[in-house]
Nanobody, 125 residues
């Protein structure tokens, strides 16, 4: 069973940076894509970034391109989300997710079948 645990959330001022980590355990192979999603109060969960573990390809939501970077460690047991130039509208609970049988990065929420518990990110103005 795949387990995902996020860490690194917190409070930051607008323009600042945070790095989220997702510790992944279980039978994760190169046939997985990993992703970050976020959900603000009263809003639907939305895609942030994804990385395919086989080739390391990445995809980003348009509003995060150039500000956020997704990566993984060599062992592919930890996924990172580096967030720079943060804005108050980036405030949300950020979720790590894993999509099995998916070698390439994907934006599709329905393809992710494992989820972490979420990490709160709050950006003050």
């Amino acid at each position: 069973q795949v387990q995902l645990v996020e860490s690194g959330g917190g409070l930051v001022q607008a323009g600042g940076s945070l790095r989220l980590s997702c510790a992944a355990s279980g039978p994760i192979t190169n046939s997985y894509a990993m992703g970050w999603f976020r959900q603000a109060p009263g809003k639907e969960r939305e895609f942030v970034a994804s990385i395919g573990l086989y080739r390391g390809d990445t995809r980003y939501a348009d509003s995060m391109t150039g500000r956020f970077t997704i990566s993984n460690n060599n062992a592919k047991t930890t996924i990172y989300l580096q967030m720079n130039s943060l804005k108050p509208e980036d405030s949300a609970v950020y979720y790590c997710a894993a999509a099995s049988h998916r070698a390439s990065a994907t934006m599709s929420l329905s393809e992710y079948n494992y989820w972490g518990q979420g990490a709160q990110v709050t950006v003050s103005s």
